[in-house]
């Protein structure tokens, strides 16, 4: 529905604006518990009640937006779109980087046992470490999905990049790297949740969208819950090992983009020699 309402800004503003927003959404619900907790000196029913509110506020937008769109695939137009049935190879290529990627991008809690056990990061400071992560997520989308819309898949091969450090700095850093490490674990994750998806959008025909999104959503997701079990289960080896995995699965997919962003510009170059002729 997202990809379809995104076409006449671009995708990358569009898939931003929408990671900006849930961003902060899980910046601000982190924060409002801790003072809630606070304040209330640990009522955790009356934490979790006050979260009814903007649960509530969901729905009820849910509700409108189905009733003013009951058609969402309605919302773009049919210039520029992928034909046929099938999904191209590029996709396939695309949806390998991007499960490598998620591979090597550990979930917060282990993170957050590895603060803990470290002593690197006190317990009250993990949820404002985590706060700023989502911060640096939601801002990181919006200007990273401004930048793919014009500059399109090239931009993922540095931010790849710049994300895979996370890892050394956050599991073998101190106080001031771990906070830098984490920042850029949040701007990968405005990533991962904005312009990598964003991009499917423009591979595959309109017609078979939900059922690529669905593809690359399960793969993506069971990527990231095998490479963060991984992880896990690295720790009984070395924090060395957890890092060395985190960041080659992650280089890893660099090849993959760099053939898949080869394959958009061949296809950008024939749409324009098309329109030419036309």
């Given at each position: 529905m997202?990809?379809h309402a995104?076409q006449?800004?671009?995708?990358g503003?569009?898939f931003?604006?929408?990671e900006?927003?849930?961003?902060f959404?899980?910046m601000f619900?982190p924060?409002?518990m801790?003072?809630?907790?606070?304040?209330?000196?640990h009522?955790y029913?009356t934490a979790?009640a006050i979260?009814a509110?903007p649960?509530?506020?969901?729905?009820?937008?849910?509700?409108?937006?189905r009733?003013a769109y009951p058609r969402?695939?309605e919302?773009?137009?049919?210039?520029?779109?992928?034909?046929?049935d099938?999904?191209?190879?590029?996709?396939?290529?695309y949806?390998?980087a991007a499960?490598?990627v998620?591979?090597?991008?550990a979930?917060?809690?282990?993170m957050?046992?590895?603060?803990e056990?470290?002593?690197t990061?006190g317990?009250t400071l993990?949820p404002?470490?985590y706060a700023?992560?989502?911060?640096?997520?939601?801002?990181?989308?919006l200007?990273?999905?401004?930048?793919?819309d014009?500059r399109?898949?090239?931009?993922?091969?540095?931010?790849?990049?710049l994300?895979?450090?996370?890892a050394?700095?956050?599991?073998?850093?101190?106080?001031?790297?771990?906070l830098i490490?984490?920042c850029?674990?949040g701007?990968g994750?405005?990533?991962?949740e904005?312009?990598?998806?964003?991009?499917?959008a423009?591979?595959v025909p309109?017609?078979?969208?939900?059922?690529?999104y669905?593809?690359f959503?399960?793969?993506?997701?069971?990527?990231w819950?095998?490479g963060s079990?991984v992880?896990g289960?690295?720790?009984?080896?070395?924090?060395?090992?957890?890092?060395?995995?985190?960041?080659?699965?992650?280089?890893?997919?660099?090849?993959?983009l760099l053939v898949v962003?080869?394959a958009?510009?061949g296809?950008?170059?024939g749409?324009?020699?098309?329109q030419e002729?036309?």
């Amino acid at each position: 529905m997202l990809s379809h309402a995104a076409q006449e800004i671009g995708y990358g503003w569009g898939f931003g604006v929408h990671e900006a927003l849930d961003q902060f959404g899980a910046m601000f619900g982190p924060l409002l518990m801790a003072v809630v907790l606070t304040l209330g000196q640990h009522d955790y029913t009356t934490a979790f009640a006050i979260l009814a509110v903007p649960a509530a506020i969901t729905l009820t937008l849910l509700g409108v937006a189905r009733l003013a769109y009951p058609r969402p695939a309605e919302l773009s137009s049919v210039s520029a779109e992928v034909v046929g049935d099938r999904f191209p190879r590029r996709f396939w290529i695309y949806l390998a980087a991007a499960g490598l990627v998620s591979a090597g991008f550990a979930d917060f809690p282990i993170m957050a046992y590895h603060f803990e056990r470290a002593g690197t990061v006190g317990a009250t400071l993990t949820p404002v470490f985590y706060a700023a992560a989502m911060a640096v997520s939601g801002a990181g989308s919006l200007a990273c999905g401004r930048v793919f819309d014009r500059r399109g898949l090239s931009i993922l091969v540095p931010l790849t990049l710049l994300c895979a450090a996370y890892a050394p700095l956050a599991f073998l850093g101190g106080f001031w790297p771990v906070l830098i490490g984490v920042c850029l674990w949040g701007l990968g994750m405005g990533v991962h949740e904005s312009i990598i998806p964003a991009a499917v959008a423009g591979m595959v025909p309109r017609s078979r969208r939900a059922s690529a999104y669905g593809i690359f959503t399960g793969v993506y997701g069971i990527a990231w819950f095998a490479g963060s079990a991984v992880i896990g289960a690295l720790f009984s080896v070395s924090l060395g090992a957890v890092v060395a995995f985190a960041v080659i699965v992650q280089v890893a997919a660099i090849p993959c983009l760099l053939v898949v962003r080869r394959a958009a510009d061949g296809a950008a170059g024939g749409e324009a020699r098309l329109q030419e002729e036309r």
